[in-house]
């Protein structure tokens, strides 16, 4: 585990996953307030499994995120926020179909139906919500529901006629009509929103609450077909991408230019290990931010098998580490290399960084390499430690 | 009769539309469905106008009106205006005004008698509140809401407001509008009962989310089960005096 980013005064970086989201969310944040991380503890209660009633009562807590303003910053005070897990209940109509209201475009189709299916699916599914605030504002969701089980439900019928009508792909329509048709039993809609700016600490327990959830429907509901019900065996999501509108330009000397920005940062992960995944435009003109002005927004299906949860799920966590290693090395970047650090600091990173996806922990050797500077750019002696350190990165790089 | 639809997955049918007596105005860019809907109902007896306010779609929020006339904010463009002097009947006097609060719908609730404003609104603009729409002003909150043309929608014949109001205040309102009043909701427990309804004295458009229950509220307390458009239309109002000699 690398050692956590120090507090420090200097340019902060906001937290997003891809190089050049990360260089797109900073324009976003000059003007908002400073964030820097101090602590972030986990804690988890011991779920209690209560076999009787079949029921997971699994409360995740997340203590609180504090935050720092630094002095030129307009924002003072520190926000303390406790989120906490929740199972989903019929009051959260409101704030989850809020969240959902964009799900298939601008189909008009029975949404509300489609949010009751969610909130009445107690055993699988979780709400994330302030804890202790009157207002009740859901800041995220998630959910599986079986489209075999559903499938008669005005919603789910409409959900997939709209994914049949969409796809425009030749190869890919039949793997649809497959999962939609014929193994809809086996397949799990994984349902999943939040707000832009949740953080990003809150993803892997959140994703480890519904894996854990539909493992544990799977031994304690309380009849046959329900209990196999939640036995899937493909995961369909559907979200939204931003891709790079006209011809791809030259390559900027530093750092690579992403032509895919994801909606939400775990939809990298996910597209990753999907089995197969189409591409939609979109239709309903949605308000970009400036940084995206280049890209065009479209929508996305994916299909990912069941097995690939649990690497999803490490790889979701150790980015979390990923993030405060790119944090780290970025406020660093500045900085003279103190070498003494370099066993307590870079080999740390590095190892983590082994864990990322690829392009982030491309970028993190590269940065690390830039740093630590190569030996015959050095005017000082460097030691065999720094060299060996340098042609690692190089290596895994993919520059040498 | 109280008709359910939505605008574009939003159940926010009273911020995209707004009706009155004679008049109603419906938001541009919706689906045609959402227009037709409005046509069906209202076709033969008050003319149907696709507008936008200032460029938006929230023309039920910015503008406030009655039978007699139209009150447009100062962000409203000069074609927009024109396009509305146009289209509404000739009786009907629009009129945009220069008022700091420029969401005259949130700000103003009215029938053909009376109207509710929010408590800081101008001494000006409630003159020409009174002038323009021919009404009695009253300075009200609703449920300690200063937004009083959110948080109620009443017509000439009955009124529902925010769930919140005390029995009291429900008391001093009706006094004041002299029409029956209702606390309830809308949209499924939506407490913003202006943005989720529109309602004229013979008819309601609900969002699609609004429950039958509420639904038979909304059609009692404005009387909805009844109404014929052409006798009310037409001001027939026959008083009759029966004397007995």
Not at chain 1, 346 to 364: G, H
Request: proline share 5%; glycine share 6%.
């Amino acid at each position: 585990m690398p050692r956590r980013p120090r507090k420090r005064p200097l340019n902060p970086r906001p937290l997003t996953f891809s190089p050049f989201a990360r260089s797109a969310a900073l324009v976003a944040c000059i003007n908002s307030a400073k964030q820097q991380i101090n602590e972030s503890e986990y804690l988890m209660d011991t779920p209690d499994k209560l076999k009787g009633n079949g029921h997971i009562k699994n409360t995740l807590e997340e203590a609180s995120m504090q935050s720092e303003s630094s002095d030129e910053e307009d924002f003072e005070g520190v926000v303390q926020a406790d989120f906490a897990f929740f199972d989903p209940k019929p009051d959260d109509f409101h704030g989850v179909k809020i969240l959902l209201q964009n799900y298939l475009d601008d189909k008009q189709w029975d949404l509300s139906g489609f949010v009751d299916l969610i909130l009445e699916q107690t055993t699988v599914g979780t709400v994330v919500k302030i804890e202790g605030s009157e207002d009740d504002g859901i800041f995220s969701f998630v959910s599986a529901l079986n489209l075999g089980r559903y499938k008669d439900h005005k919603c789910i019928t409409e959900l997939m006629e709209y994914l049949l009508t969409i796809c425009q792909e030749k190869d890919v329509i039949n793997d649809l009509k497959l999962l939609l048709g014929e193994r809809a039993c086996d397949v799990g809609l994984l349902v999943s929103q939040h707000v832009m700016n949740l953080p990003p600490q809150l993803l892997p327990p959140l994703y480890d609450a519904v894996f854990d959830e539909v493992s544990w429907a799977t031994e304690d509901e309380p009849t046959e077909d329900l209990r196999s019900s939640f036995e899937f065996k493909f995961y369909i999501l559907i979200s939204k991408l931003y891709k790079h509108k006209g011809t791809v330009t030259k390559s900027k000397p530093n750092g690579k230019e992403n032509d895919t920005i994801y909606a939400k940062p775990e939809d990298e992960i996910f597209h990753k290990l999907s089995s197969w995944s189409f591409n939609f435009p979109l239709r309903k003109q949605l308000v970009s931010p400036d940084e995206l002005k280049d890209y065009r927004p479209m929508g996305l299906v994916m299909a990912v098998g069941a097995d690939k949860s649990p690497p999803f799920c490490s790889c979701l966590g150790s980015r979390n580490c990923c993030n405060e290693c790119h944090v780290f090395v970025l406020n660093f970047r500045d900085v003279p290399l103190n070498m003494e650090k370099l066993g307590e600091v870079w080999w740390p990173l590095i190892l983590a960084a082994t864990t990322c996806a690829r392009s982030l922990a491309t970028s993190i050797y590269t940065a690390v390499a830039e740093i630590v500077s190569p030996p015959c750019h050095s005017t000082t002696s460097v030691s065999l430690r720094e060299e060996r350190l340098w042609r690692i990165c190089m290596c895994l790089s993919g520059v040498i | 009769m109280a008709t359910r639809l939505q605008f574009e997955n939003s159940c926010e049918v009273g911020v995209f539309s707004k009706l009155t007596n004679a008049y109603c105005l419906v938001a541009i860019g919706g689906s045609e469905n959402f227009y037709s809907t409005f046509e069906d109902e209202l076709a033969d007896v008050i003319p149907v106008v696709k507008t936008s306010i200032g460029g938006t779609r929230i023309i039920g929020r910015l503008c406030a009106g009655n039978k007699n006339g139209l009150l447009l904010p100062h962000t409203t463009t000069d074609q927009e205006l024109q396009h509305l002097r146009n289209s509404v009947p000739d009786q009907v006097v629009v009129q945009r005004i220069e008022e700091r609060l420029s969401a005259l719908g949130n700000c103003i609730a009215c029938n053909d008698h009376v109207a509710l404003t929010h408590p800081d609104l101008d001494k000006e603009t409630e003159e020409m509140i009174a002038d323009v729409l021919g009404v009695e002003v009253f300075r009200q909150t609703i449920a300690g809401n200063i937004l009083v043309g959110s948080y109620c929608a009443f017509s000439n014949r009955g009124g529902l407001v925010h769930p919140h109001t005390s029995v009291e205040d429900l008391d001093e309102l009706s006094t004041l509008l002299q029409v029956p009043l209702v606390a309830g909701t809308v949209n499924r427990g939506s407490e913003v009962i202006a943005a989720g309804m529109t309602v004229n004295d013979w008819t309601s458009f609900c969002g699609s989310d609004t429950t039958a229950t509420e639904l038979s509220v909304i059609e009692s307390v404005f009387k909805l089960r009844e109404a014929q458009p052409s006798a009310i239309v037409d001001e027939m109002r026959k008083s009759l005096i029966d004397s007995y000699v």
